[in-house]
């Protein structure tokens, strides 16, 4: 079965730098997003890596790695705005995004 | 930028009745539209994929006879929810999938449509 995995939720301070990790195991690999979604909002893309390495945006990186079925989004000088929930969706071989739970971010003063 | 719009933004409805859901592209042509569910706390859950002229793909356990997608032109695609019940009251929203360079294969996603049904 296709399965992925990210952190429930996770608690940084306003500042600081958070990673937030996500595992995966799908019927083939085209690519991964993240998303942004605020609480009773719509996701908002965030990044999309396709091959292995570091994707820098502003505040925002992307890490993959295909070989471990593995990312990372990386947040960092954190904002209290960063307060949401974070989306890990994978592109399948069928070219489908399979979706995580999505890890709860709180951010504290 | 690519701009996805849903109408209506909240409804509430008595048990029985049937509500539609738009979703629009706004700026692009979409091929391709996607229905999700969300409850609260929960992940997006895929209801369905819609494609412009033909009949939309339901995902296991979604009853196509009770959530009726129509994807009739290249820019509206629409959900409509028959025989309300309560237990349908949910967050519903829809994307497009975008086809470009930087991020093949993206979905941009509509403000969402708050289901009650009382």
């Known amino acids: 079965g296709q399965n992925i995995d990210q952190p429930t939720e996770m608690t940084a301070t306003e500042g600081a730098i958070v990673q937030i990790n996500c595992t995966y195991q799908t019927s083939g690999f085209n690519g991964l997003f993240w998303y942004q979604q605020h609480a009773g909002e719509a996701p908002t893309f965030l990044s999309y890596?396709?091959l292995d390495g570091l994707e820098e945006k502003g505040r925002f990186s992307s890490f993959l790695s295909r070989s471990k079925g593995y990312s990372y989004l990386l947040l960092k000088e954190l904002q209290m705005k960063d307060s949401a929930s974070y989306l890990c969706?994978?592109?399948?071989?069928?070219?489908?995004?399979?979706w995580g739970a999505g890890t709860k971010l709180i951010i504290k003063p | 930028g690519a701009v996805v719009s849903q109408h209506p933004s909240w409804v509430i409805c008595k048990s029985g009745t049937s509500v539609k859901i738009e979703c629009r592209s706004l700026?692009?042509?979409?091929?391709?539209m996607f229905w999700y569910r969300q409850f609260p706390k929960q992940s997006l859950m895929l209801m369905a994929t819609s494609n412009e002229g033909s009949k939309a793909t339901y995902e296991q356990g979604v009853e196509k006879d009770k959530f009726l997608i129509n994807h009739a032109s290249l820019t509206l695609s629409t959900l409509t929810v028959t025989s309300a019940h309560p237990e349908d009251s949910s967050f519903y929203i829809c994307?497009?999938?975008?086809?470009?360079?930087?991020?093949?294969?993206?979905?941009?996603f509509g403000p969402g449509t708050r289901l009650t049904v009382t």
């Open positions: 700026d692009f042509q979409a091929t391709t």
């Open positions: 969706a994978v592109l399948d071989s069928n070219y489908q995004l399979i």
């Open positions: 994307s497009a999938r975008v086809v470009h360079e930087g991020a093949p294969y993206e979905q941009y």
């Open positions: 890596n396709v």
